[in-house]
């Protein structure tokens, strides 16, 4: 798996654990990481919700993008949760599934960072909700981090 792969995977599922925990009492990303890593057992392929081996070289790079985007959204909730519900027409974030909101906010935080092509943010995004999510999860947060695109590329012609 590609270091950026893992890294939003892994992003994905520390948001879900704090978001499920109402952002109380929640280790830290990187406590969180080192029990990732302490559960893959003889799953090292990433079949299961783990994403590296202990040896994988690449692992820290993983980790590094994946603190960084649950930095950006952390600290910016409030203001991708308005973005969110301004592409997603009568869907409160409250309304939304856990995994959905989460896979949006990584959506909102990465787009408006730069440096990574959209579709390729989206698209990730997408097998994230497929993978994690409901049969109808990868449909939506592509709807709705599509239209979310649609509106930063409106906003970078002016």
């Known amino acids: ?7 939003r995977r892994l992003a994905l599922q520390y948001l879900f654990m704090a978001d499920m925990n109402n952002y109380r009492a929640v280790e830290s990303p990187s406590e969180f990481f080192k029990t990732q890593r302490l559960a893959v057992g003889d799953n090292a392929a990433g079949e299961g919700g783990f994403v590296f081996d202990e040896d994988n070289p690449r692992r820290d790079e993983a980790e590094e993008f994946a603190a960084a985007l649950i930095r950006r959204v952390e ?5 991708i949760d308005r973005e969110i519900e301004t592409a997603a027409v009568n869907w409160p974030i409250a309304r ?5 909101r989460n896979a949006l906010r990584l959506v909102v935080a990465e787009i408006e960072c730069g440096g ?5 943010v989206i698209d990730e995004a997408v097998e994230l909700a497929k993978r994690f999510g ?3 999860s990868g449909a939506f947060v ?17």
């Open 1 to 7: 798996m590609r270091p950026r792969t893992a890294g």
């Open 75 to 79: 600290s910016g909730r409030d203001a």
């Open 134 to 136: 409901d049969r109808e």
């Open 142 to 158: 592509n709807g709705i981090a599509d239209k979310f695109g649609r509106k930063e590329d409106a906003g970078a012609q002016k």
């Open 96 to 100: 939304m599934g856990v995994i959905e």
């Open 116 to 120: 990574t092509p959209r579709n390729v």
